[in-house]
């Protein structure tokens, strides 16, 4: 059995990275490890409630578990909110990842962490794992700093950098870009939407597939997943509208200097896949396809 713990697994990627995982018990042994009550809506996993952000505790736990592969989830993720606050999104973001690299080191366990297309300062778009990041806010940092404890590190380990997750799970504590105009769109409310910023969605079973191919390859090193598409924010908003037959004349575009924004964003970000087509043979689709596939699955 592969003993898999998955930090974060109240979360979106979380309880879909769960959800995979348990299609196959014969194969993996899943441990989740969240804050609070489990709610991925299922009992059959091993759920710890647990803090991270309390070393030893995280340390004991982990060393009591053995797990062959750490997938790590958890991150503080709100752009602004890391910017207005640095020390909780270091502390989540960058010296928990420390905590689960030295203890991964001590009990020889693969590490797979998630990273973010905000490392890089969005003048040139579609990057590659290679390309120099530059970020522009301190969420971004963070997650740079997470990178480099994991490159400069002896462990087996797997970085995944995504753009925009979007899906849905059982138990939801934030909506996501789908999500939230589908919702606005049905009320028949007018929404604002940058035209200026361009991005490559994720649909979260995609990025869940990752995780568990990173796994199965044991695949090291960094990838990029995403959709392989780039679309404005405006245009993410609009195929939004087309694949659930909702109102697009509610949709208006308006530029990212009239947002007031706390952090800085990249205006164009999106991923050259062809590493990750190469080595997971893996090949994402358009964003137009993963919203079909999610319509299927939520009406």
């Known amino acids: 059995m592969i003993k898999v713990v998955v930090t974060g697994s109240n979360g979106l990627l979380g309880q879909s990275l769960i959800n995979l995982l348990l299609k196959e018990k014969e194969v993996y042994q899943v441990i989740g490890f969240s804050r609070g009550e489990n709610r991925s809506g299922r009992d059959d996993f091993s759920y710890v409630s647990i803090d991270i952000t309390d070393r030893e505790n995280l340390k004991d736990t982990l060393l009591k ?11 503080m993720t709100q752009v602004d909110d890391c910017e207005g606050n640095k020390e909780a999104c270091d502390l989540l973001n960058v010296t928990v990842v420390k905590w689960l690299e030295q203890v991964s080191d001590e009990i020889n366990a693969h590490l797979i962490h998630l990273s973010t297309d905000f490392i890089f300062d969005g003048l040139k778009g579609n990057y590659k794992e290679t390309d120099t990041p530059n970020p522009l806010s301190y969420y971004g940092f963070s997650k740079l700093k997470s990178e480099n404890i994991l490159i400069e590190s002896k462990i087996h380990y797997t970085i995944l950098r995504t753009i925009l997750v979007f899906g849905k799970v059982y138990d939801m504590s934030r909506s996501n870009i789908v999500l939230w105009v589908k919702s606005m769109l049905e009320k028949g409310e007018e929404i604002t939407i940058v035209d200026d910023q361009y991005r490559a969605p994720t649909y979260v079973e995609d990025l869940a597939l990752a995780c568990k191919i990173s796994m199965d ?29 909702l109102d697009k004349n509610l949709i208006k575009p308006i530029s990212t200097s009239t947002l007031n924004q706390t952090a800085p964003r990249p205006a164009k970000t999106g991923f050259d896949l062809s590493k990750t087509n190469k080595v997971l043979e893996f090949y994402p689709k358009s964003f137009k396809e993963d919203l079909q596939r999610f319509k299927d699955i939520i009406t």
Do not use: H, M, R
């Open 65 to 75: 578990i053995q797990p062959n592969f750490i997938i790590n989830t958890a991150a």
């Open 217 to 245: 390859k044991k695949a090291t090193g960094i990838y990029n997943i995403s959709s392989n598409e780039l679309l404005s924010v405006f245009e993410i908003a609009q195929q939004i509208a087309d694949a659930f037959g």
